[in-house]
């Protein structure tokens, strides 16, 4: 397997700082700084590899979450367009009762009107033949009846 470049680094760091302690004794000063800078490195080294493992942690919840926040998306536009379509079926079937409704209604009232002006002929047909029989006799009149004044 190979190894990245940071792990190459260490173990040439660590190399090195066992020929700094052979060289100079355990105590010398370059070998105490070659350690402070090791274990430096090893710490940003571990913090940087935790900082990616949580990026790529993050990225692949992320990732996961806008494909089933998509896929919540489009059930629910989905859902919405059927629910908007039978809407609008049930809308139209209403409006075509409503229009039968309506035009049996105009026909209702239209024979209602038409019985009406029937019986108002016939009114005045019968009014038309008192009159006739009025005027032949050349007889109209008045009849009033006067009540007696009581003082």
């Known amino acids: 397997m190979t190894k990245t470049k940071e792990e190459k680094i260490l173990e040439h760091s660590e190399t090195v700082l066992d020929d700094f302690t052979k060289l100079y004794d355990k105590e010398g ?6 350690q402070k800078l090791l274990k430096s490195y090893q710490r940003l080294n571990k913090q940087f590899n935790k900082t990616i493992h949580l990026s790529d942690a993050i990225s692949k919840n ?4 806008n494909d089933s926040l ?3 998306i489009n059930y629910t536009v989905k859902l919405a367009r ?15 009762q409503l229009a ?3 035009n049996n209604d105009q026909t209702q009232e239209i024979i ?21 029989e009025l ?5 109209i009149q008045s009849v009033y009846e006067k009540k007696p004044n009581i003082n």
Request: zero cysteines; a negative charge; charged letters at 35%.
């Open 29 to 34: 000063i370059v070998v105490t700084e070659y």
């Open 62 to 65: 992320i990732i996961e979450d």
């Open 70 to 72: 998509s896929d919540n």
């Open 82 to 96: 059927k629910k908007i379509m039978h809407n609008v079926t049930e809308h139209r079937k209403t409006k075509e």
């Open 100 to 102: 039968k409704l309506s």
């Open 112 to 132: 209602s009107l038409n019985e009406q002006l029937l019986s108002a002929y016939k009114k005045i047909e019968q009014l038309e033949k008192n009159l006739d």
């Open 135 to 139: 005027n032949k006799d050349n007889n």
